[in-house]
């Protein structure tokens, strides 16, 4: 980040529309992980998790960016 970005007036703007792609990124890579880690761990194991990937994803649609998975 350069000094020009913080004398600006609209940084905060700015950091706001990164924090917020950050969180949705997050938020990917945590179905990811939990697709993968369900994967391996098979069917039964998976028991009450299994649907911890698609509650993750579901969070994306939520007009919030600070809604917890």
Request: charged share 30%.
């Amino acid at each position: 980040m350069t000094i020009a970005l913080w004398s600006s007036d609209d940084w905060r703007r700015e950091a706001e529309a990164w924090l917020e792609l950050a969180c949705r990124v997050g938020k990917v890579g945590r179905a990811l992980s939990w697709h993968r880690a369900l994967r391996m761990s098979g069917d039964e194991e998976a028991g009450e998790f299994a649907d911890g990937p698609l509650v993750a994803l579901r969070s994306l649609l939520s007009d919030s960016w600070l809604e917890a998975v």
